[in-house]
């Protein structure tokens, strides 16, 4: 066997591998089924723009564990709070996560909410919150 051939063997034989097993990284999540995905520590996207009435659904399409925490005090008036796990306020969904994890989504795992109120929604995953991983939902008529 001549050197070029060997070479084109071996490139050829590094390429299939290396689509193989990049492969098995792809989301396996089709992105229908979901508005915003959770990766290691970002959300995406990182803002949506929605019409009042709007389910969003965030599900977690890494392996790390996340929650979706609305930022109380930024919620525009008459606007509901959210919090995975179903919390009614912004410090009971932080004692929940600081004590038993609540609120915790796994992977696969899906949290929605109806957003009626025109405004801006900035909500945080607790546990990733010092490496910057924010959200915002736009509600706009």
């Known amino acids: 066997m001549t050197q070029p051939q060997t070479r084109r063997r071996v490139l050829a034989a590094l390429g299939t591998a290396a ?3 990049l492969a098995g990284c792809a989301s396996v999540f089709a992105a229908s089924e979901y508005d915003v995905g959770m990766r290691t520590q970002a ?3 990182e803002t949506l723009r929605v019409e009042p009435g709007t389910t969003v659904v965030w599900r977690n399409t890494s392996t ?3 929650t979706v925490t609305a930022y ?3 919620l525009p008036d008459e606007a509901a709070f959210f919090a995975s796990g179903g919390y009614e306020s912004e ?3 932080r ?3 600081q004590e038993t994890s609540g609120g915790r989504l796994e ?3 899906t949290f929605e909410h109806t957003f009626e109120s025109p405004g801006q929604y900035s909500y945080v995953c607790l546990p990733h919150e010092e490496g910057g991983m924010v959200g915002t939902i736009i509600v706009e008529a």
Do not use: L, S
């Open 19 to 21: 689509t193989g097993g």
């Open 43 to 45: 959300f995406a996207p």
């Open 64 to 66: 790390r564990g996340h």
């Open 72 to 74: 109380e005090d930024t």
């Open 91 to 93: 410090a009971a969904a």
């Open 95 to 97: 004692e929940a996560w």
């Open 107 to 109: 992977t696969d795992d």
